[in-house]
């Protein structure tokens, strides 16, 4: 895999962590008959994993190229407009 596949996947991954996402988890429940397990229950929830402020901070670090600490309030505030579009973007083609 090129060194850009890897960035492309990364960002794609901390993108979806900076965002938060939805997530399937399978709880089942066995009782022993006769030796043997058996299904009793399976229950599927679907749970929400919180947006994460760290995924926010390494993507601004890979795509401004450097410290966040460097940047001018006015460069911040830009940075953020272009995250924030680039979120709205990603929702938009997950639908």
Known sequence: MKTADYKTLLVSVL???AKG???????DEYNVVDGKKQLVKSKVVTKRMQPDVSA?????????GCDVSELSDEQLRAEKLRL?????DGEQQQE
């Open 56 to 64: 926010v901070k390494l993507l601004l670090q890979l795509d401004v």
């Open 15 to 17: 993108l979806k962590k």
């Open 21 to 27: 996402y939805l997530y399937r988890e399978k709880t």
């Open 84 to 88: 924030i579009a680039l979120l709205d």
